[in-house]
């Protein structure tokens, strides 16, 4: 009793579905590329009941669909999808800018400002992934302010649906749209604002989805 393998089992499936995940979310994995479950188990040294696991919860996801004849495939993008996701991602990051503001500090506001600047620097060197790093960065400080876990669990799947599309696209849209976005959410934090920084964030996020899926 002292080893009990399906904890094992079960820990090894979450292992290879985030690693699954962030190779599709970063496009390492390709929208429409097939994916055999045989050939993945070899990859990762283990047998392919984790990995079939792992794929299961992808396709719950979203990310990952079955084809006719047992294959599996990484999910296509899809606008649709996508300008769905933008709208729920972009009411609940409003909330939480909403719950946030009155709990902000000055420690908070530093932070905003200089995750925008990474964002500046990112846009100008044309660095995709550390855009977007910086992006979420700047909205993380709302979230951890608010300090809703629910709020957290619901972005994670909505946001895993619109990842793609930033990683594929962000680097052709005008970021300097989002960094003066930011400003002026960051002036209405300092006001102790809260409707207008929500409405401002929820705007951020509408039209980041919009440039996004035009592209």
Same mark, same amino acid.
Request: net charge neutral; aromatic share 2%.
């Given at each position: 009793m002292k080893n009990i393998q399906p904890i094992r089992r079960l820990s090894l499936r979450e292992e290879v579905y985030h690693h699954l995940k962030n190779a599709i979310l970063l496009l390492e994995l390709e929208p429409e590329e097939r994916l055999h479950d045989k050939d993945l188990a070899e990859q990762f040294g283990i047998s392919r009941t984790p990995v079939r696991e792992a794929l299961k919860k992808l396709e719950d996801e979203g990310l990952v669909e079955a084809m006719p004849g #047992?294959?599996?495939?990484?999910?296509?993008?899809?606008?649709?999808? +996508? =300008?769905?996701? @933008?709208?729920?991602?972009?009411?609940?990051?409003?909330?939480? +800018?909403?719950?946030?503001?009155?709990?902000?500090?000055?420690?908070d506001i530093k932070e905003l400002k200089i995750q925008n600047q990474k964002l500046r620097c990112a846009m100008e060197e044309r660095n995709v992934i550390a855009a977007i790093q910086a992006d979420e960065d700047f909205h993380q400080v709302f979230l951890t302010a608010a300090g809703n876990p629910e709020l957290v669990k619901a972005?994670?799947? #909505?946001? +895993?649906?619109?990842?793609?599309?930033?990683?594929? %696209? @962000?680097? #052709?849209?005008?970021?300097? =749209? #989002?960094? %003066? %976005?930011?400003? %002026?959410?960051?002036d209405a934090c300092i006001e102790k604002d809260s409707e207008k920084t929500a409405l401002l964030t929820e705007v951020n996020w509408l039209s980041l989805g919009e440039l996004l899926i035009q592209q």
């Open positions: #047992s294959a599996t495939r990484v999910a296509p993008l899809n606008n649709d999808e +996508a =300008n769905h996701a @933008f709208t729920v991602v972009a009411a609940l990051h409003a909330l939480a +800018a909403r719950l946030a503001v009155p709990l902000l500090e000055e420690k972005l994670e799947v #909505s946001t +895993a649906k619109i990842r793609r599309l930033e990683m594929a %696209q @962000f680097g #052709s849209v005008k970021g300097v =749209n #989002s960094i %003066q %976005q930011h400003e %002026q959410i960051m």
